[in-house]
């Protein structure tokens, strides 16, 4: 099947999509991005993802490109071009086009490019197999709230990650705290028996789905702590896993070559992960 992208205005081939070479998210990583998750049609927490989107765009200046409506029914138009009903769809603003200079004119017209795909669901078997983490040295900028296209430190974290046979690095501050995954949220479950996942700042992305699992361990009545842990703490956890709109919670079942729990995902991971299954269907 053809897969159809959206850029500027123009539904095209996805082989085709073009932007300007002056482009600033290409010289400059000066954008911002979304990626939303679409289950049987419906794209899921689109109120939340908009709010941050709007943020992002307000802390770097960058002009909205369309309101809400028209961009939603862009988004809409495009999952339908591309004929699925489970997958995701990415969107990306960036300043616009302007001759190559650090400074920026005001009144840029912004760029806006969309993709979307098809998301294989994961077997119970590999969900329940659990994934490895590494950690290594978070080395992001102040402003890690923002959701910007810049993303060099996640994909080398991400990348190093891989190299080492893991699926996800989570990065680490200077005071040997977690701060979060290179493209998701940390979680853990502490020797006590609480959810523990850091608190929102600048030092982390405002997770999307991390705000989703909160209200249903708030409903479950699963007792959390919105704060940052240890490497020590989270190698030593009783269970651990991240979340994210495009991975949902995937256990995490090795920290740094330690066996978290059993070495299978936690019970109380899959039960998470189960009412928000229930939740986005
Ligand atoms: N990543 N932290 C970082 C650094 C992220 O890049 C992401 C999302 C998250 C989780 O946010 P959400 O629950 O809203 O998806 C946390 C997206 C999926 C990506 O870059 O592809």
């Given at each position: 099947?053809?897969r159809?992208?959206?850029?500027?205005?123009?539904?095209?081939?996805h082989g085709?999509?073009?932007v300007?070479i002056e482009?600033?998210g290409?010289?400059?990583?000066?954008?911002?991005?979304?990626v939303?998750?679409?289950?049987?049609?419906?794209?899921?927490?689109e109120?939340?993802h908009h709010?941050?989107?709007?943020?992002?765009l307000?802390?770097?200046?960058?002009?909205?490109?369309?309101?809400?409506?028209p961009?939603?029914?862009v988004?809409n138009?495009?999952?339908k071009?591309?004929?699925?009903?489970?997958?995701?769809?990415?969107?990306?603003i960036?300043r616009?086009?302007?001759?190559?200079?650090h400074?920026?004119?005001?009144n840029?017209k912004p760029?806006?490019?969309m993709?979307?795909?098809r998301?294989?669901?994961?077997?119970?078997?590999?969900?329940?197999?659990?994934?490895k983490?590494?950690?290594?040295?978070d080395?992001?900028?102040?402003?890690c709230?923002i959701?910007t296209?810049?993303l060099l430190?996640?994909i080398?974290?991400?990348?190093?990650?891989?190299?080492?046979?893991a699926y996800?690095?989570?990065?680490?501050?200077?005071n040997r705290?977690i701060?979060?995954?290179?493209?998701?949220?940390?979680?853990?479950?502490?020797?006590d028996?609480?959810?523990?996942?850091?608190?929102?700042g600048?030092?982390?992305?405002?997770?999307?789905?991390?705000?989703?699992?909160?209200q249903?361990?708030?409903?479950?009545n699963?007792p959390?702590?919105?704060?940052?842990?240890?490497?020590?703490?989270?190698?030593?956890?009783?269970?651990?896993?991240f979340?994210?709109?495009?991975?949902?919670l995937?256990?995490?079942?090795?920290?740094?070559?330690?066996?978290?729990?059993?070495?299978?995902?936690?019970?109380l991971?899959?039960s998470?992960l189960?009412?928000?299954?229930?939740?986005?269907?």
């Open positions: 099947m053809s159809i992208a959206y850029v500027n205005g123009r539904y095209v081939g085709e999509a073009r300007h482009d600033r290409y010289q400059f990583s000066d954008g911002v991005y979304e939303i998750l679409v289950q049987n049609g419906k794209l899921i927490d109120d939340a709010q941050r989107l709007q943020k992002s307000k802390s770097l200046g960058i002009n909205a490109p369309m309101k809400r409506g961009l939603t029914q988004i138009q495009l999952i071009r591309n004929k699925f009903s489970n997958g995701i769809v990415y969107i990306q960036t616009g086009v302007a001759p190559r200079e400074s920026f004119p005001i840029l760029s806006l490019v993709t979307a795909r998301l294989p669901p994961k077997s119970q078997s590999a969900i329940e197999a659990g994934v983490v590494i950690t290594l040295e080395i992001r900028w102040k402003r709230d959701k296209v810049s430190p996640n080398l974290g991400k990348q190093k990650a891989r190299e080492q046979g996800e690095a989570w990065m680490v501050d200077e705290l701060t979060e995954g290179t493209s998701t949220n940390a979680w853990i479950v502490s020797s028996g609480a959810l523990v996942t850091s608190e929102l600048s030092h982390i992305l405002s997770g999307v789905t991390r705000k989703t699992f909160i249903i361990a708030a409903e479950l699963i959390y702590e919105e704060r940052q842990f240890s490497v020590e703490e989270a190698e030593n956890s009783r269970e651990a896993f979340t994210s709109s495009t991975s949902f995937t256990p995490v079942t090795e920290i740094n070559g330690k066996v978290i729990g059993n070495g299978k995902a936690g019970s991971s899959l998470l189960n009412s928000y299954f229930n939740y986005i269907n």
